[in-house]
Nanobody
């Protein structure tokens, strides 16, 4: 079992930055692929970014490429999402997720989820 707790969300103006953190407990996250999903009101939950166990491979949705950076510190059992140049359309609840099988952009591949943290970007 892995427990995931997100932090770092909040209200920010367009063009601003936020850094989300996902702290894991229970088992070391070094054996899991990790991802940040997001869900805006009335929309499907989508994968914003994902990172492999080693951190060598990453994925970004086209809408966040060049603005978001996913990283991990396996020694601290923590995954991060640095979000720069935020836009109103980035407003969503952001969820951290863990995948024993590696890393994927498919929601159903992820076995463990955090409770989510709200990010609101004002124009």
């Amino acid at each position: 079992q892995v427990q995931l707790v997100e932090s770092g969300g909040g209200l920010v103006q367009a063009g601003g930055s936020l850094r989300l953190s996902c702290a894991a407990s229970g088992r070391t996250v070094s054996t899991y692929g990790m991802a940040w999903f997001r869900q805006a009101p009335g929309k499907e939950r989508e994968c914003a970014a994902a990172i492999s166990r080693s951190g060598i491979s990453t994925y970004y949705a086209d809408s966040v490429k060049g603005r978001f950076t996913i990283s991990r510190n396996n020694a601290k059992n923590t995954v991060y999402l640095q979000m720069n140049n935020l836009k109103p359309e980035d407003t969503a609840v952001y969820y951290c997720a863990a995948d024993r099988g590696g890393y994927s952009v498919v929601r159903s591949e992820y076995e463990y989820w955090g409770q989510g943290t709200q990010v609101t970007v004002s124009s």
